[in-house]
């Protein structure tokens, strides 16, 4: 009797053991609001990552802007493929590969037709680093990155290069 009682506990005890080598990631997507860029110029851009790895995510970005002058347009969106070289498993320092869709107004001041508006939309490909910080539970993170990409089809008015920067607040659920 002593020894099957002993036998049980040690069983019972291996087995909670088991699971304590390797952490368990359960919060595998995150929601972010760029907040640096809302109090900078009122652009509202949100993103979505998939952490389909402990280092390796891929997400997306929508922002919409009220100033279609402003240097990204007013409408951009685009997926983007990132890699962690943290410590800490999906947080700490990344890089990124991202590309972006964007549209917008260029606003030309001529001698002779006076002022005019050129629409346009572009594609544009690049790379970005940034840091993220995570809390303990894993709930909520904040990020900081920034990044520059090349226009595929600029326009003639158009520059050759666009660039993303940001200060973001996330969820992890």
């Known amino acids: 009797m002593k020894y099957s009682l002993l036998l049980l506990f040690a069983c019972g005890t291996s087995l909670s053991m088991l699971g304590q080598a390797y952490p368990r990631f359960e919060n595998n997507h995150e929601m972010k609001f760029n907040i640096g860029q809302f109090l900078a ?30 240097y990204n347009g007013n409408f951009g969106i685009g997926p983007n493929l990132r890699a962690y070289f943290g410590y800490i498993p999906r947080s700490g320092f990344f890089a990124e590969a991202f590309g972006l869709y964007y549209s917008g107004e260029d606003e030309t001041n001529t001698s002779a ?49 666009m660039y993303r920067a940001g200060l973001s607040i996330g969820f992890r659920f």
Request: aromatic fraction near 12%.
């Open 41 to 70: 110029t009122t652009t509202v851009e949100g993103s979505y990552e998939y952490f389909f790895t402990e280092d390796t995510s891929i997400g997306g970005t929508i922002y919409i802007n009220g100033d279609a002058t402003d």
């Open 113 to 161: 037709l006076g002022a005019r508006n050129n629409d346009y939309g572009t594609t544009a490909l690049g790379l970005g680093i940034g840091n993220k910080w995570v809390t303990r539970s894993e709930r909520f993170t904040l990020e900081i990155h920034g990044g520059i990409g090349r226009n595929i089809n600029p326009e003639d008015f158009q520059n050759a290069f």
